[in-house]
């Protein structure tokens, strides 16, 4: 697996580099510009089979715009997403489900551990678990 720092100079080239399997960017504290520069170049990345973008301090903007990236390009191989320890909401979580429920049907693990999440998180993710049998969520 690949593993870059949003400051590092490969950075630069990501945008470059296609047919990634793993991408494990956990612990990057990303910027907003970061988060946005790796989110964009995810666009190439069809055939990714699991993201970890973990403890980033990633927001429900951030969270929206990989919803949006993930309905754009239907990434029907991506399997597992850990996105731990950032501070998503409620709010950011119903748009986030509906785009992995319409374009990412191969999905059997989803870790949103030590986000913010709320009571209203549990109706999102049982709408999840219900069109993805075999879904397995990490919520504590």
């Known amino acids: 697996p ?4 949003p400051s590092h100079p490969l950075t630069l080239l990501f945008p470059q580099i296609t047919g990634l399997r793993v991408l494990r960017l956990s612990g990057n504290n990303m910027s907003d510009a970061s988060a946005a520069n ?5 666009k190439l990345q069809q055939n990714l089979r699991e993201l970890d973008l973990s403890h980033n301090k990633l ?5 929206a715009a990989l919803s949006a990236l993930l ?5 029907t191989h991506l399997h597992s997403i850990n996105l731990a320890g950032n501070i998503f909401t409620d709010k950011g ?22 986000n913010k999440l709320g009571d209203g998180s549990a109706a999102h993710l049982l709408r999840l678990s219900e069109k993805h049998s075999g879904v397995h969520v990490c919520i504590k």
Do not use: R
Request: glycine residues 2%.
């Open 93 to 114: 979580l119903s748009s986030y489900v509906d785009a992995l429920v319409a374009a990412c049907p191969g999905v059997s693990v989803l870790a949103m551990s030590e």
């Open 59 to 63: 927001t429900d903007a951030h969270l």
């Open 71 to 75: 309905t754009e390009q239907k990434f």
């Open 38 to 42: 790796i989110l964009a170049a995810l």
């Open 2 to 5: 690949l593993t870059l720092s």
